[in-house]
């Protein structure tokens, strides 16, 4: 049996889910389950190279273990490193190169994740999440046969009762966040773009995204945001010995709908290829309760807190840097009622008991990022 060509153009190789995607990617060519280039598109940082930035994360000691008997040379044998930006005016001068490229698909995972609702946050959403991910289509149109978009479950905004994988089928919507309402524009937008060009598009939706699950060594992620950012403001708080009392709205019946990183890589590296696969959300059926956010606290070790359910004005300062730094964005899905989402197209492709349950480890997940001190690889 012939194996296939998959040639790829992928963004965010050095974000969360972007190097897990890259992970996956790299073990289908060096398992022989599939050839293919993998061309990044990396900035440069501001102490390293872009091709630098892409060896780091091939190379750092939580490196998934099934890569772990592959050289470096081996894993760049397969990559091509592009020093530019999907936001960059020079993109498609740049990309013009693989005009020729044949079998070649764009999955686009990097993106903004600023959740406040503030105009700076609007703009930069805009400018990222929506013109970044025209300016790709524009830029590759002429060869790619498939755009795999990676958005948010939360895309749908606010709703209640058992979400279908379908969004395209949803009106009215009402957004906590410029972050959503410009993650459902830009889906709807590519559909219409992509539909006109000829061009797949596949529309992939994670949830909250937590550490490993699956692949060893567990626990790792390589950055400290969302859920990770509100305890490590607790965590801080307490390194500077500042135990005050602070109140915490949370709905009594809120549900997070959170899943590991390995897992949502795995997913879309297995449904990338797939032709009859629309839109995916990538989640478990129904999300932890508050018992779990208490157990986040007490991991940290910040006992001085009560939930509440309705808000009100600070009453001390901690509580005004909470409500000012970290309840505009992580806060307000902690306020709402429980929803539930119908993952039966997940589950029949990647197996019936296929998603880890977060549950058992989720004390170990947040007590390793508090050993690490919330301080990822970049």
């Not at 957004?175 to 992509?194: A, D, G, H, V, W």
């Not at 509100?230 to 949370?250: M, N, R, T």
């Not at 709402?336 to 296929?354: A, C, P, R, T, W």
Request: charged residues 20%; negative net charge; aromatic residues 10%.
């Amino acid at each position: 049996m012939s194996i296939p060509n998959r040639n790829v153009i992928l963004t965010g190789s050095t974000g969360i889910v972007g190097s897990h995607v890259l992970y996956e990617l790299l073990a289908e060519r060096l398992k022989n389950i599939c050839t293919g280039k993998i061309i990044l598109l990396v900035r440069n940082g501001k102490d390293l190279a872009a091709y630098d930035r892409v060896v780091k994360f091939l190379t750092h000691d939580y490196l998934p273990s099934f890569l772990s008997e592959f050289t470096l040379k081996q894993k760049m044998e397969w990559i091509e490193v592009l020093d530019i930006s999907f936001e960059s005016n020079d993109l498609s001068k740049t990309l013009s190169q693989y005009n020729t490229l044949q079998d070649c698909q764009l999955i686009h995972v990097a993106a903004t994740t600023d959740l406040r609702s503030i105009e700076k946050a609007y703009n930069q959403n805009l400018a990222t999440n929506y013109q970044g991910s025209l300016n790709l289509l524009e830029a590759c149109k002429s060869f790619i046969s498939r755009y795999t978009y990676i958005s948010t479950v939360y895309s749908c905004g606010i709703k209640q009762g058992i979400l279908k994988d379908n969004y395209s089928d949803l009106v009215d919507f009402d957004f906590r966040n410029p972050y959503e309402e410009i993650k459902q524009k830009t889906e709807r937008k590519l559909s219409e773009l992509c539909s006109g060009l000829n061009i797949d598009l596949q529309i992939l939706r994670p949830g909250v995204v937590l550490g490993r699950l699956i692949d060893e060594p567990k626990y790792y992620v390589p950055k400290y945001n969302v859920i990770y950012a509100f305890a490590g403001f607790f965590y801080k708080l307490l390194s500077q010995g500042i135990d005050v009392p602070i109140e915490i709205v949370v709905h009594p019946n809120v549900h997070m709908h959170m899943i590991s990183v390995d897992y949502v890589a795995k997913t879309i590296a297995k449904v990338y290829s797939m032709s009859d696969i629309g839109e995916l959300n990538i989640i478990p059926a129904k999300g932890l309760g508050t018992k779990y956010t208490a157990m986040l606290m007490d991991v940290i070790g910040y006992k001085n807190y009560k939930f509440v359910s309705e808000p009100h004005p600070p009453r001390n300062e901690v509580e005004a840097m909470y409500q000012m730094k970290v309840a505009p964005s992580f806060g307000t899905y902690l306020m709402e009622d429980e929803y539930q989402f119908d993952n039966s197209k997940l589950l029949n492709i990647m197996g019936e008991n296929s998603i880890p349950a977060l549950e058992k480890e989720y004390g170990e997940m947040i007590q390793f990022a508090k050993d690490q001190m919330f301080k990822g690889l970049e």
